[in-house]
């Protein structure tokens, strides 16, 4: 991938999928990830300066459901 922003992100999920397959609490806390309620009950998200990416993790699956800049989700 030549954009360095996409790269990021993707470096950035893939660490999180390491994180989570390991059980790996110090390595998870680096990221700032919170619980969604409401229509998003159930899901989480990370952020990456303004980049959100929303997933849930679903019997050890890590499902990415959309990856976008903060203002156009939720």
């Keep these: 991938i030549n954009d360095p ?5 993707l470096d950035r ?3 999180l999928f390491e994180a989570l397959s ?9 990221f700032d990830i ?3 309620k409401g ?3 159930g899901y989480q998200r990370m952020r990456l300066g303004n980049i959100r990416i929303l997933f ?5 699956e890590l ?3 959309e990856i976008n800049f903060c203002g156009n989700l939720y």
């Design 5 to 9: 922003e996409k790269s990021n992100v």
């Design 63 to 65: 499902i990415i459901e």
């Design 56 to 60: 849930m993790i679903k019997a050890d």
């Design 13 to 15: 999920i893939r660490i």
């Design 34 to 36: 919170k619980n969604l």
């Design 22 to 30: 390991n059980k790996d609490i110090l390595k998870l806390q680096q």
């Design 39 to 41: 229509n998003w009950k």
